[in-house]
């Protein structure tokens, strides 16, 4: 019913910027918040960023200072801006979004395929 599509992932030398895009498609009659995490090679999946419908943002530590996250609304896409990458960055981010169909009808969230992104030293 609902999709999401990252892309703008690579393989970026250390200090680079990279730009992650997700775009929501399908029978979509609000987004509420939208959440990029990532999961490193043995590692859990954890929270990067999030943002409301309103703007409003939140930052893991680890990225405060070099992440950018931002939102277009008439397009249903969420963006995270990368900067200043570290090999500690690596991992698969995924797009999250808490998207709600239709009148009466409970939001719920869904995730995107992932896009890697890999920071070589």
């Known amino acids: 019913q609902v999709q999401l599509v990252e892309s703008g992932g690579g393989l970026v030398q250390a200090g680079g910027s990279l730009r992650l895009s997700c775009a929501a498609s399908?029978?979509?009659?609000?987004?509420?918040?939208m959440r990029w995490y990532r999961q490193a090679p043995g590692k859990q999946r954890e929270l990067v960023a999030g943002?409301?419908?309103?703007?409003?943002?939140n930052y893991a530590d680890s990225v405060k200072g070099r992440f950018t996250i931002s939102r277009d609304n008439a397009k249903n896409t969420v963006y995270l801006q990368v900067n200043s990458l570290i090999p500690e960055d690596t991992g698969v981010y995924y797009c999250?979004?808490?998207?709600?169909?239709?009148?009466?009808?409970?939001?719920?969230?869904?995730w995107g395929q992932g896009t890697q992104v890999t920071v070589s030293s």
């Open positions: 999250n979004a808490n998207v709600k169909i239709g009148v009466g009808i409970r939001a719920r969230d869904y």
């Open positions: 943002i409301t419908s309103g703007g409003s943002t």
């Open positions: 399908g029978r979509i009659f609000i987004i509420n918040d």
